[in-house]
């Protein structure tokens, strides 16, 4: 009896295309190459050198992180090209708040069956985010698995491996008399997204506090990559603390970067609540506890500086072009880790 051969393709899976797609980013990863990157894409594991990137005593510092469902957005819009900057601002922002530089990012793509196209444009998004950060993408991987996602569905992950010399590995003492300054977020981040399509049905519709947006416009702007503004503040002297202000908002990231005898007291009026919260607070009628710890409400991470250089540090912030708000200070422990006044 003949029997016809079945091939990994008839099963939904293209190795073909997806040597394909190795090809097509291969100039994308070459353009985020920085001091230290060995060998590229193609390898079995991603090689990078510490000396040559100038480091006497490091630390490393790793993280992973993803991008929620902010990418529901990005696929019912097929507007595929910022949703990489995402990927890369939410792992290495975390590195950043440790004192680390990021050095290298790798990214996992999982589709039901790849699309060359799309794969790319993600890609390329996850490209720029590393020249933002300055980081190399260092290699990734790209599953094709039929069966557990839905066709034109996809999932990111992302890997940033970072390093700090020992001595300037951060959070440092935190003590009361502390100031806290906030830098201005770009949005939503990536954050709160679940609640956001849970208010939001049409990212097609105009945003009404937005002329000439779509709420998808809104809700598909990358997250704020700090990496830069943050590295020559910390540079300069005086910061003592950095919290990243992701799921959880300003209510629960704060308390992870100081010590137990002390709490941030912030004043609500150091900012406005941008325009694009306001809305969704007001359609959702959502409490302001609710808001302070589900989004970032206009502020993408906090500085904790010694009083006497938070001049200089802000100085530094504006320079590298941050939108700098004097949001606090930190006193003696209080009832709450974190009070609004």
């Avoid at 050095?103 to 999982?110: E, Q, T």
């Avoid at 985010?129 to 991987?141: D, F, M, T, V, W």
Wanted: proline share 4%.
């Amino acid at each position: 009896m003949t029997k016809t051969s079945v091939t990994y393709e008839e099963a939904g899976v293209n190795i073909d295309a997806g040597n394909a797609l190795v090809e097509r980013i291969k100039p994308l990863a070459k353009a985020t190459a920085r001091a230290g990157l060995m060998g590229g894409l193609g390898g079995f594991g991603a090689l990078f050198d510490l000396r040559k990137a100038g480091f006497k005593d490091p630390i490393l510092v790793s993280g992973t992180d993803g991008v929620g469902t902010k990418i529901k957005i990005a696929q019912e819009l097929s507007r595929h090209d910022t949703i990489g900057i995402d990927l890369v601002a939410m792992c290495v922002n975390d590195l950043v708040v440790q004192g680390a530089q990021p050095l290298f990012f790798l990214d996992y793509f999982a589709t039901s069956k790849l699309d060359i196209g799309v794969a790319e444009a993600v890609i390329k998004g996850i490209a720029e985010g590393c020249k933002q950060a300055g980081c190399a993408l260092a290699g990734g991987e790209t599953a094709e698995m039929p069966g557990i996602y839905k066709p034109g569905e996809y999932d990111l992950a992302g890997f940033a491996v970072g390093a700090v010399e020992r001595e300037n590995l951060l959070p440092k003492e935190v003590t009361a008399g502390d100031l806290l300054l906030g830098l201005a977020s770009s949005g939503a981040h990536s954050n709160g997204y679940s609640l956001v399509r849970h208010l939001t049905k049409d990212f097609t519709a105009p945003a009404p506090f937005a002329p000439g947006k779509t709420l998808g416009d809104v809700f598909l702007t990358p997250t704020k990559i700090y990496i830069k503004s943050c590295i020559s503040a910390i540079a300069g002297g005086g910061v003592k603390a950095l919290a990243h202000i992701t799921g959880g908002g300003l209510t629960e990231n704060i308390p992870r970067v100081l010590p137990e005898n002390v709490s941030a007291e912030i004043n609500r009026s150091a900012w406005t609540l941008p325009a694009a919260f306001a809305w969704l607070q007001e359609k959702g009628n959502i409490a302001e506890a609710e808001m302070l710890r589900t989004f970032n409400c206009g502020i993408g991470m906090v500085v904790v500086v010694a009083a006497d250089k938070a001049g200089a540090v802000a100085a530094t912030l504006k320079k590298e072009g941050e939108v700098v708000y004097n949001l606090g200070r930190i006193t003696a422990k209080q009832k709450e880790r974190v009070v609004f006044v």
